[in-house]
C-alpha cells in the first residue's frame, strides 16, 4: 500500500510538473478563444455515447498512453489558435509546443500531390500520360496479366493505379537505407516488397503508398534534383513552412518529437526513418499544416494562387473513384464537403481536415502509436465550432452482466494467423485487446452482444449446443468476422 502511494504522489508531481511546462510554452489567446479552447479539451466525443459525462483531454490522454498532443484550429481561412499538450519526451521531460515537430506520415502524401500539380500547373507533366514518358532512372515493368493499362500521375495520386506496397514501416536509426529504386525493385536493403500491378489500372480503389513513391521518382527524374530539394523550394517554402523538412532528421535537431508505442516505451532510436518521402517522411507541426490546408482553400476558392490556381485547387478536390481525390480524401457532412488525410507511422499518428467552402479546419498530430483520440479531439473541435452534421454519436443503452456470465467470455479468439482477439474481465467490465492494440471497454447491450464506444463495432459471443462459449463474431464495417476460441 505504501508503495502505491507513492507512485501516486509521483504521478501527481509528473501531471503538474507538465501542466507547468505547458504554460510556460503555449501561446495565451483572447478570452473568447481561451473559452473555446477550454471547451475543446473538456468536450472529446466519442463515435458512441452511453452518457453526457465530460471527456476531458488529459484523462484520455492518461488512457490512451499518449504522450504528446499538438492541434491546430482554422476558423475563415485563418489560424484561430494552437497549442500542445504532454511530452514530446517524456524521459527528458521535454514539453510539447506549438513549435514541436512530428512524423506527418502519410499526411506527406497530399502535399507531394500539390508538388506533381504545380508541374502539371507549369506544362512539365501531363496528369493522364503513362508514367514511363517522365521516368528516365527506372522503368515501371507493366505486367501483361495484371496490368495491362496504362497507368497514370492522376490513377497514383487518387490511388486507383492498381499498385502494390499499401505502406512501410520505415528503417530504424543506424539501419542500412535503400535508394528509391531498390525500394520499387523490392532489393536488399529494402524491408518492402516491390512495387508492381495487382489489376488494371482505373479499375477500383486501392491505398498504394508503392504508387506514390513512384510519383517521387517521377519528380526527381522530371525536375533533375533530390525530393527533399524540389518539396523545400516548390512546397514547403511558399506555403511558409519553415521548420518542416522532408530529409532526413539530425539527432541535434531540437525539435523533433520522440516517437512512442501503445505500451508508453519510445521507438528505438526515437522514431524511424523513410527514404519513401513523398510517402511518409514529412516532418511538421500542426501550425504548418493549417499553412497548407488554408492556401488550399483560398486557391479552390480562387482567392490565392500561391501554389495552385483555382483549376489545379479544383482538380486536387475532386474525387477521382469513391471518395479518393488527388493527394487526399473527400469527406462529406449534410451539405458540407471536406478534405482529409492521415497519417501512421511508427510511434506517430495525426490527421489534418478542411473544409471545402467556408474555411474552416484542423490539425491534431501525436507521438504514439495509439491514434484512438485524434478522431475524437476532432469531434470535440466539429461541437465547439458548430460544423454542422460532422459530428452525430450513436446513443446506445447499457445492460448489465452478471459476472459469472462476464468469465463464461474470457479467452483468446482467433480470426486469423495474424490477428486475434484477447477477452479479459475486470470488476464489472469486460475489456477485448487486438493483436498489436490496446485494451478497449465493451459495453453489453444483450447478454451476449457488446459493442465499443471508440469506433463502430459490435462483438456478439456464441453458444454451441452445450451451451459453451466456442467462438465471438466481431461486426465491423459491414463485415461479420469469426473469432474460434482457441484459450
Not at 501527481?12 to 481561451?34: D, M, R, W
Not at 532528421?249 to 523533433?256: H, I, V, W, Y
Amino acid at each position: 500500500m505504501r508503495h502505491h502511494y507513492l507512485k501516486s504522489i509521483s504521478l501527481i508531481t509528473f501531471i503538474l510538473v507538465g501542466q507547468i511546462l505547458i504554460a510556460q510554452h503555449n501561446p495565451s489567446y483572447n478570452k473568447e478563444i481561451e473559452e473555446r479552447i477550454s471547451l475543446v479539451e473538456r468536450s472529446l466525443g466519442e463515435a458512441i455515447k452511453t452518457d453526457n459525462n465530460p471527456i476531458l483531454l488529459q484523462e484520455r490522454m492518461k488512457l490512451y498512453s499518449v504522450p504528446g498532443v499538438s492541434i491546430a484550429v482554422i476558423t475563415n481561412y485563418k489560424l484561430e489558435w494552437a497549442r500542445g499538450y504532454g511530452f514530446a519526451d517524456k524521459e527528458q521531460s521535454i514539453p510539447v509546443t506549438t513549435q514541436t515537430l512530428f512524423q506527418a506520415a502519410s499526411i506527406s502524401k497530399s502535399l507531394n500531390a500539390v508538388g506533381v500539380l504545380k508541374l502539371a500547373q507549369s506544362g512539365k507533366v501531363n496528369l493522364d500520360t503513362d508514367i514511363n514518358t517522365y521516368l528516365t532512372t527506372w522503368k515501371f515493368p507493366y505486367d501483361s496479366t495484371k496490368g495491362k493499362k496504362t497507368i497514370t500521375l492522376r490513377s497514383i495520386l487518387s490511388h486507383t493505379a492498381g499498385t502494390s506496397v499499401h505502406g512501410f514501416r520505415g528503417y530504424a536509426v543506424g539501419e542500412e537505407v535503400p535508394g528509391i529504386t531498390q525500394i520499387l525493385n523490392g532489393e536488399k536493403p529494402a524491408n518492402s516488397q516491390p512495387v508492381r500491378s495487382l489489376f488494371d489500372a482505373g479499375t477500383k480503389y486501392q491505398y498504394s503508398g508503392g504508387g506514390t513513391t513512384i510519383a517521387q521518382l517521377v519528380v526527381m527524374d522530371v525536375t533533375r534534383q533530390p525530393y527533399d530539394q524540389y518539396a523545400r523550394k516548390n512546397i514547403l517554402d511558399p506555403l511558409g513552412m519553415k521548420n518542416s523538412f522532408y530529409s532526413a532528421p539530425s539527432m541535434e535537431q531540437k525539435l523533433l518529437a520522440t516517437g512512442y508505442r501503445q505500451n508508453g516505451n519510445p521507438v528505438k532510436g526515437n522514431y524511424h526513418i523513410y527514404p519513401e518521402q513523398a510517402a511518409a517522411s514529412l516532418w511538421t507541426n500542426p501550425i504548418e499544416l493549417s499553412n497548407f490546408i488554408t492556401e488550399l482553400q483560398l486557391a479552390y476558392a480562387d482567392k490565392s494562387k500561391k501554389i495552385l490556381t483555382k483549376e489545379w485547387a479544383t482538380a486536387m478536390l475532386t474525387p477521382v473513384m469513391n471518395d479518393a481525390a488527388l493527394g487526399t480524401f473527400i469527406r462529406t457532412a449534410g451539405i458540407e464537403k471536406y478534405f482529409s488525410h492521415g497519417g501512421a507511422n511508427e510511434g506517430f499518428r495525426c490527421i489534418y481536415i478542411g473544409s471545402l467552402n467556408d474555411g474552416n479546419g484542423a490539425v491534431v498530430m501525436v507521438n504514439s502509436d495509439n491514434g484512438t483520440i485524434l478522431q475524437e479531439i476532432l469531434n470535440s473541435i466539429a461541437t465547439v465550432y458548430g460544423w454542422k452534421d460532422f459530428y452525430k454519436p450513436e446513443i446506445r443503452t447499457v445492460v448489465q452482466v452478471p459476472h459469472d456470465v462476464l468469465d463464461s467470455y474470457v479467452g483468446e479468439y482467433t480470426i486469423s494467423e495474424q490477428f486475434k482477439i484477447t477477452i479479459r474481465r475486470y470488476g464489472n467490465v469486460l475489456k477485448a485487446q487486438a493483436t498489436n492494440q490496446p485494451e478497449i471497454d465493451l459495453f453489453a447491450e444483450e447478454q451476449n452482444k457488446f459493442f465499443l464506444k471508440v469506433v463502430r463495432a459490435q462483438i456478439e459471443f456464441i453458444k454451441d449446443d452445450n451451451n459453451v462459449i466456442t467462438k465471438l463474431i466481431l461486426h465491423q464495417n459491414g463485415q461479420a468476422m469469426e473469432g474460434i476460441r482457441v484459450k
